[in-house]
């Protein structure tokens, strides 16, 4: 499915995905090709996209929306950033709220 992640400032990602899992007010959640229609307001939490060729890019989001819908996942952040994996985010997270 394609993708794309932006916030104010910048475009973070374009591209295909195989499925992205994301935290929302609600808790948990999975997306994949084929996935009902959702719109999200996202947690603070990581958002992590699977790529076709086996790797995984994971973003901090601190809040935002993700909208999925006719194989078109849309991530709007409000304040997002790039980092290594799940527990580099949380690391972050954590420290902020300290």
Do not use: N
Not at 79 to 94: P, Q, S, T
């Amino acid at each position: 499915m394609d993708a794309k992640v932006v916030s104010p400032d910048e475009a973070l990602f374009e591209g295909e995905v195989v499925s992205c899992s994301a935290r929302s007010t609600e808790g948990e959640i999975g997306i994949l090709e084929g996935h009902q229609p959702a719109l999200l307001l996202l947690a603070p939490a990581p958002l992590e996209l699977h790529l076709p060729d086996g790797s995984a890019v994971t973003y901090l989001v601190r809040s935002g929306f993700l909208e999925f819908a006719d194989g078109q996942l849309t991530v709007l952040a409000d304040k997002a950033e790039r980092v290594d994996d799940k527990d580099a985010a949380f690391a972050k997270l954590e420290a902020s709220q300290a």
